[in-house]
């Protein structure tokens, strides 16, 4: 009687890509402790601010600080200035679409299709997707906050008091 050898598959063989992948991204090169310093000087402070302040969404900051960092200084101050002007240009569009369109509910839904559209258009034909991109989190971020229904009173009892329920969670 014959038998025949089943070939079990290697679990190393089908993991060791892994290794192979960050030995290959982990290689050290000049320059490259700099890099992480500022980023990690610039994740902490960044939080640092956000939780002496009580900013939310913090989380954001800190993953904004890493991103924005690049190679070398010239690079990551472009990079910074783009993500600024790119917010500007958002916080503007947010601020007069939402006060355009705060009181009709059809309009305003109309309106974050419409802001969303042309966000997923701009990451797609802009050569800076990345300024693009920076609008549509803004958007993204703000367009629950501008549709809670909570009084001025109770936001602002919130972020004083932190022991209180969130009134904007059910």
């Known amino acids: 009687m014959a038998t025949f050898a089943q070939n079990v598959p290697n679990s190393t063989r089908q993991s060791g890509w892994i290794w192979e992948f960050l030995k ?62 790119s917010y500007s240009l958002g916080a503007i569009g947010v601020l007069i679409g939402a006060t355009l369109f705060v009181n009709d509910p059809a309009v305003r839904l109309l309106w974050v299709f419409g802001a969303m559209f042309i966000t ?21 971020i703000t367009v629950p906050l501008w549709d809670q229904h909570i009084s001025g009173e109770l936001r602002s009892a919130q972020s004083s008091r932190p022991g209180l329920p969130n009134p904007a969670m059910p």
């Open 120 to 140: 997923f258009y701009a990451i797609s034909a802009m050569t800076d997707s990345a300024a693009a991109t920076a609008i549509g989190y803004l958007i993204v």
């Open 24 to 85: 290959e991204e982990l290689v050290p090169y000049p320059g490259r402790a700099a890099l992480v310093g500022r980023m990690v000087t610039a994740a902490t402070l960044a939080m640092l601010i956000t939780m002496t302040f009580r900013l939310p969404y913090g989380a954001y900051c800190a993953v904004y600080a890493l991103s924005i960092s690049r190679e070398n200084t010239r690079t990551t101050v472009k990079t910074a200035i783009t993500r600024i002007v």
